[in-house]
């Protein structure tokens, strides 16, 4: 089993920031992918950013150049630096952890509970 805690979200403004982290424990050896996806009020759960193992990191067309995934395995902990915020970033965003199945095809068996993100003046 893999554990996942996420924490960081809150209320920023417009062109804000925030740096969201998901902590890891558990078999953190069966895991091969870990991503961040978010669901907004009304809308269905998105993919946001994901960071392999190896290979190459994937974001969504909306936050590229804004949004940054990184992890420190040393601390098994994963990252999402969010910059120049929007009001349609406010989702619940989710921390996941699985297995790559393919090109931009994952099984994420393990979710946090989610930490809210409103972005509002």
């Known amino acids: 089993q893999v554990q996942l805690v996420e924490s960081g979200g809150g209320l920023v403004q417009p062109g804000g920031s925030l740096r969201l982290s998901c902590a890891a424990s558990?078999?953190?050896?069966?895991?091969?992918?870990m991503g961040w996806y978010r669901q907004a009020p009304g809308k269905q759960r998105e993919l946001v950013a994901v960071i392999p193992n190896s290979g190459s990191t994937i974001y969504i067309d909306s936050v590229k150049g804004r949004f940054t995934i990184s992890r420190d395995n040393a601390k098994n902990t994963m990252y999402l630096q969010m910059n120049s915020l929007k009001p349609e970033d406010t989702a619940v965003y989710y921390c996941a952890a699985g297995w790559v199945l393919g090109p931009k095809r994952f099984d994420m068996a393990y979710w946090g509970k989610g930490t809210l993100v409103t972005v509002s003046s």
């Open positions: 558990g078999s953190i050896f069966s895991i091969n992918v």
